[in-house]
Protein backbone atom coordinates (compact mmCIF):
# COMPACT_ATOMS: atom_id res chain seq x y z
CA UNK A 1 0.00 0.00 0.00
CA UNK A 2 0.87 3.12 -0.75
CA UNK A 3 3.34 4.77 2.28
CA UNK A 4 5.49 7.64 3.00
CA UNK A 5 9.05 7.21 4.21
CA UNK A 6 11.54 9.67 6.22
CA UNK A 7 15.24 9.30 6.36
CA UNK A 8 16.86 8.81 8.97
CA UNK A 9 14.38 8.21 11.67
CA UNK A 10 17.36 9.42 13.81
CA UNK A 11 19.68 11.91 13.61
CA UNK A 12 22.15 13.54 16.44
CA UNK A 13 24.44 16.46 15.19
CA UNK A 14 26.83 19.23 16.28
CA UNK A 15 25.56 22.66 17.17
CA UNK A 16 26.14 24.80 13.86
CA UNK A 17 26.00 22.25 11.79
CA UNK A 18 23.22 21.09 8.70
CA UNK A 19 21.16 18.02 9.00
CA UNK A 20 18.84 17.04 5.88
CA UNK A 21 15.79 14.94 6.21
CA UNK A 22 14.02 12.99 3.41
CA UNK A 23 10.23 12.40 3.29
CA UNK A 24 9.13 10.17 0.34
CA UNK A 25 6.15 8.82 -1.48
CA UNK A 26 6.17 5.21 -2.22
CA UNK A 27 3.88 4.38 -4.91
CA UNK A 28 2.34 7.71 -5.66
CA UNK A 29 2.92 10.67 -6.52
CA UNK A 30 2.70 13.89 -4.40
CA UNK A 31 2.80 17.29 -5.61
CA UNK A 32 2.05 18.50 -2.11
CA UNK A 33 4.05 17.43 1.18
CA UNK A 34 3.60 19.00 4.37
CA UNK A 35 6.25 19.21 7.29
CA UNK A 36 5.15 19.30 10.88
CA UNK A 37 7.09 19.92 13.94
CA UNK A 38 5.93 17.53 17.02
CA UNK A 39 5.66 20.04 20.42
CA UNK A 40 5.24 18.81 24.19
CA UNK A 41 1.88 17.96 24.62
CA UNK A 42 2.10 16.18 21.57
CA UNK A 43 0.72 18.42 19.33
CA UNK A 44 2.06 18.86 15.71
CA UNK A 45 2.48 22.17 14.12
CA UNK A 46 2.75 22.75 10.64
CA UNK A 47 5.84 23.75 9.58
CA UNK A 48 5.40 24.62 5.61
CA UNK A 49 3.62 23.09 2.55
CA UNK A 50 6.59 21.92 -0.14
CA UNK A 51 5.34 22.41 -3.54
CA UNK A 52 6.09 20.23 -5.95
CA UNK A 53 8.67 22.74 -8.84
CA UNK A 54 8.10 25.94 -6.50
CA UNK A 55 9.15 27.51 -3.56
CA UNK A 56 7.11 26.27 -0.15
CA UNK A 57 4.98 28.04 1.51
CA UNK A 58 5.89 28.55 4.78
CA UNK A 59 3.72 29.55 8.02
CA UNK A 60 3.78 32.36 10.07
CA UNK A 61 6.78 32.30 12.77
CA UNK A 62 8.91 29.68 10.50
CA UNK A 63 11.91 30.82 9.02
CA UNK A 64 12.32 29.84 6.18
CA UNK A 65 16.15 30.63 5.81
CA UNK A 66 16.52 27.92 9.15
CA UNK A 67 14.37 25.59 7.53
CA UNK A 68 15.03 25.07 3.68
CA UNK A 69 12.80 22.98 1.59
CA UNK A 70 13.69 21.51 -1.47
CA UNK A 71 10.74 19.63 -3.57
CA UNK A 72 12.70 17.99 -6.34
CA UNK A 73 10.19 15.38 -7.26
CA UNK A 74 7.10 14.36 -7.05
CA UNK A 75 7.96 11.71 -4.88
CA UNK A 76 10.81 13.69 -2.64
CA UNK A 77 10.84 16.78 -0.22
CA UNK A 78 13.73 17.39 1.80
CA UNK A 79 13.98 19.64 5.05
CA UNK A 80 17.24 21.28 5.97
CA UNK A 81 17.87 22.20 9.24
CA UNK A 82 20.50 24.85 8.75
CA UNK A 83 23.31 25.98 11.55
CA UNK A 84 21.01 23.61 14.17
CA UNK A 85 20.96 24.67 17.34
CA UNK A 86 19.71 22.63 20.69
CA UNK A 87 16.72 24.55 20.32
CA UNK A 88 15.94 22.91 17.21
CA UNK A 89 15.99 19.50 18.73
CA UNK A 90 12.42 18.02 17.78
CA UNK A 91 10.56 15.40 15.64
CA UNK A 92 10.03 16.44 12.26
CA UNK A 93 7.33 14.94 10.56
CA UNK A 94 6.04 14.67 6.82
CA UNK A 95 3.24 14.00 5.29
CA UNK A 96 1.64 13.79 1.62
CA UNK A 97 -2.03 14.22 0.59
CA UNK A 98 -4.13 10.69 -0.25
CA UNK A 99 -4.67 10.07 -4.50
CA UNK A 100 -7.94 11.13 -4.86
CA UNK A 101 -8.55 11.95 -0.64
CA UNK A 102 -7.03 15.48 -0.53
CA UNK A 103 -8.63 15.99 3.04
CA UNK A 104 -6.86 12.57 4.63
CA UNK A 105 -3.16 12.22 4.39
CA UNK A 106 -0.34 9.70 4.67
CA UNK A 107 1.92 10.84 6.94
CA UNK A 108 5.87 9.44 7.58
CA UNK A 109 7.45 8.03 10.82
CA UNK A 110 8.72 11.02 11.85
CA UNK A 111 12.34 12.39 12.57
CA UNK A 112 13.66 12.42 15.59
CA UNK A 113 16.65 15.41 15.74
CA UNK A 114 18.87 15.95 18.61
CA UNK A 115 21.30 18.89 18.61
CA UNK A 116 23.92 18.95 20.67
CA UNK B 1 2.69 -1.30 3.91
CA UNK B 2 0.65 0.70 6.32
CA UNK B 3 1.11 -0.54 9.60
CA UNK B 4 -2.27 1.76 10.88
CA UNK B 5 -5.17 1.99 9.10
CA UNK B 6 -8.71 4.07 8.84
CA UNK B 7 -10.46 2.42 6.38
CA UNK B 8 -13.12 5.30 6.22
CA UNK B 9 -12.25 8.36 4.70
CA UNK B 10 -15.28 10.30 5.29
CA UNK B 11 -18.04 9.94 7.77
CA UNK B 12 -21.28 12.08 8.06
CA UNK B 13 -23.44 11.79 11.33
CA UNK B 14 -26.58 14.29 12.16
CA UNK B 15 -25.77 16.55 14.94
CA UNK B 16 -26.51 15.05 18.96
CA UNK B 17 -26.00 11.66 17.71
CA UNK B 18 -22.65 9.56 17.98
CA UNK B 19 -19.90 9.45 15.79
CA UNK B 20 -17.49 6.16 15.93
CA UNK B 21 -14.01 6.16 14.23
CA UNK B 22 -12.12 3.23 13.69
CA UNK B 23 -8.62 2.51 13.46
CA UNK B 24 -6.60 -0.71 12.91
CA UNK B 25 -3.09 -1.64 13.27
CA UNK B 26 -1.06 -4.60 12.47
CA UNK B 27 2.00 -4.18 14.53
CA UNK B 28 1.92 -6.04 17.71
CA UNK B 29 4.44 -4.18 19.02
CA UNK B 30 2.67 -0.71 19.62
CA UNK B 31 1.97 -0.23 23.15
CA UNK B 32 0.37 3.34 22.77
CA UNK B 33 -2.05 5.04 20.54
CA UNK B 34 -3.34 8.52 20.29
CA UNK B 35 -6.18 10.56 18.05
CA UNK B 36 -5.23 13.74 16.74
CA UNK B 37 -8.03 16.42 15.39
CA UNK B 38 -7.00 18.38 11.84
CA UNK B 39 -9.02 21.46 10.72
CA UNK B 40 -8.02 23.00 7.45
CA UNK B 41 -5.53 24.55 7.36
CA UNK B 42 -3.64 23.75 11.02
CA UNK B 43 -1.42 20.89 11.99
CA UNK B 44 -3.28 18.50 14.05
CA UNK B 45 -4.19 18.40 17.60
CA UNK B 46 -3.25 16.22 20.09
CA UNK B 47 -7.08 14.95 21.50
CA UNK B 48 -6.88 11.76 23.32
CA UNK B 49 -4.84 9.11 23.64
CA UNK B 50 -4.50 5.11 25.57
CA UNK B 51 -2.02 2.74 26.91
CA UNK B 52 -1.94 -0.25 25.88
CA UNK B 53 -2.84 -1.70 29.49
CA UNK B 54 -6.07 -0.28 29.12
CA UNK B 55 -9.09 -0.62 27.28
CA UNK B 56 -11.22 2.49 27.62
CA UNK B 57 -10.25 6.12 27.95
CA UNK B 58 -12.72 8.50 28.62
CA UNK B 59 -12.37 12.69 28.31
CA UNK B 60 -15.53 14.58 28.86
CA UNK B 61 -16.91 13.55 25.08
CA UNK B 62 -14.83 11.46 24.03
CA UNK B 63 -14.08 8.12 24.35
CA UNK B 64 -11.36 5.74 22.84
CA UNK B 65 -11.77 2.13 23.16
CA UNK B 66 -8.72 0.09 22.04
CA UNK B 67 -9.39 -3.80 21.59
CA UNK B 68 -5.55 -5.84 21.86
CA UNK B 69 -6.81 -9.51 20.41
CA UNK B 70 -8.26 -7.17 17.13
CA UNK B 71 -5.47 -4.72 16.98
CA UNK B 72 -8.74 -2.26 16.57
CA UNK B 73 -9.01 0.76 18.34
CA UNK B 74 -12.20 3.62 17.82
CA UNK B 75 -13.03 7.03 18.97
CA UNK B 76 -16.42 7.68 20.36
CA UNK B 77 -17.78 11.18 20.23
CA UNK B 78 -20.93 11.46 22.09
CA UNK B 79 -22.91 14.31 21.19
CA UNK B 80 -21.70 15.05 18.29
CA UNK B 81 -21.55 18.67 17.42
CA UNK B 82 -20.78 21.18 14.38
CA UNK B 83 -17.68 21.85 15.84
CA UNK B 84 -16.44 18.49 15.89
CA UNK B 85 -16.37 18.53 11.87
CA UNK B 86 -12.47 18.14 10.74
CA UNK B 87 -10.54 15.04 9.94
CA UNK B 88 -9.40 12.59 12.70
CA UNK B 89 -5.84 10.42 12.59
CA UNK B 90 -5.14 7.67 14.87
CA UNK B 91 -1.83 6.89 15.46
CA UNK B 92 0.39 4.68 16.96
CA UNK B 93 4.04 4.33 18.69
CA UNK B 94 6.00 0.97 19.77
CA UNK B 95 7.47 1.28 23.14
CA UNK B 96 11.08 2.58 23.60
CA UNK B 97 10.73 4.14 20.05
CA UNK B 98 11.28 7.61 21.37
CA UNK B 99 8.15 8.79 20.03
CA UNK B 100 8.15 7.66 16.40
CA UNK B 101 4.67 7.58 15.60
CA UNK B 102 2.54 5.66 12.73
CA UNK B 103 -0.51 7.44 11.86
CA UNK B 104 -3.40 6.42 9.91
CA UNK B 105 -4.69 8.30 6.62
CA UNK B 106 -8.01 10.26 8.41
CA UNK B 107 -11.44 10.62 8.35
CA UNK B 108 -12.77 13.32 7.70
CA UNK B 109 -16.08 13.56 10.08
CA UNK B 110 -18.65 15.69 9.03
CA UNK B 111 -21.64 16.64 12.06
CA UNK B 112 -24.67 17.95 10.29
CA UNK B 113 -26.71 20.58 12.18
Known amino acids: GAVVSQHPSWVICKSGTSVKIECRSLDFQATTMFWYRQFPKQSLMLMAT?????????EQGVEKDKFLINHASLTLSTLTVTSAHPEDSSFYIC????????????FGPGTRLTVL | DQQVKQNSPSLSVQEGRISILNCDYT??????FLWYKKYPAEGPTFLISISSIKDKNEDGRFTVFLNKSAKHLSLHIVPSQPGDSAVYFCAATPANTGNQFYFGTGTSLTVIP
Open chain 2, 27 to 32: NSMFDY
Open chain 1, 95 to 106: SAPRPGKPDTQY
Open chain 1, 50 to 58: SNEGSKATY
